[in-house]
């Protein structure tokens, strides 16, 4: 069993696409342990009370220091014995603890194709407004490992969008989504749950 924590700041559309696909039998053997936000608001967390699966909440807002934070972050993760820490729009850099500890078991949905609109500033809407200031023809998105850098870590899956004439950045982001990144995110966790990724020279390897 592939157990996972899926980390939310919003409304929670990747993580949905996640529970559709769990529960249409198209993820064997993986389990969403728990959803973790550090927005109290987020809908995502009634989509997960929907679903029956444990929310916890983490502010930076709740602890005295940096580093009391960081300890609960580490302590709230560890404590449910996850397989694999799923980013799915969670708009806070996860501390280097945390990171080292869950090496090459962090994943991350990003809207564009890396390296492209990538790196410290690029998230939400600011990556479209970006693709489309570039007049870029085509987007998407990548599903990649997390590593101690933005978005830098080996890339698993890539989707490609097209960007059409009258595009704003919100109907571009909307179709990012739809066509990309609810297909890739679901799809990653199942070639991870198969045993079928590896990692050599910083670069993903499909094992078939």
């Keep these: ?41 987020a809908y995502a967390l009634k989509r997960a009370e929907a679903h029956n699966i444990p929310q916890a909440i983490i502010s930076k807002k709740d602890f005295d220091n940096q580093q009391s934070f960081e300890e609960a972050f580490y302590s709230l993760l560890t404590g449910y014995e996850v397989d694999l820490i799923v980013l799915a729009g969670f708009l806070l850099i996860l501390p280097e603890k945390i990171v080292k500890h869950y090496q090459n078991k962090i994943i991350n949905v990003h809207p564009s194709l890396i390296p492209s609109f990538s790196g410290k500033g690029y998230y939400g809407l600011k990556v479209h407004e970006a693709a489309l200031a570039r007049g870029v023809k085509v987007t998407g ?68």
């Design 141 to 208: 998105a990548t599903v990649h490992f997390v590593d101690e850098g933005t978005d830098t870590g080996p890339i698993i899956l890539q989707k490609a969008v097209n960007v059409e004439k009258n595009d704003t950045a919100e109907t571009l982001q909307k179709r990012v989504m739809e066509e990309a990144e609810w297909v890739i995110l679901p799809e990653a966790v199942r070639l991870i749950a198969q045993g079928r990724i590896r990692i050599r020279d910083n670069k993903v390897v499909e094992v078939i």
């Design 1 to 41: 069993m592939l157990r996972l924590a899926v980390l939310v700041s919003g409304g929670g559309t990747n993580l949905q696409a996640l529970i559709d696909q769990i529960e249409a039998g198209n993820l064997p053997g993986v389990t969403i342990s728990v959803v973790i936000s550090n927005n109290r608001e």
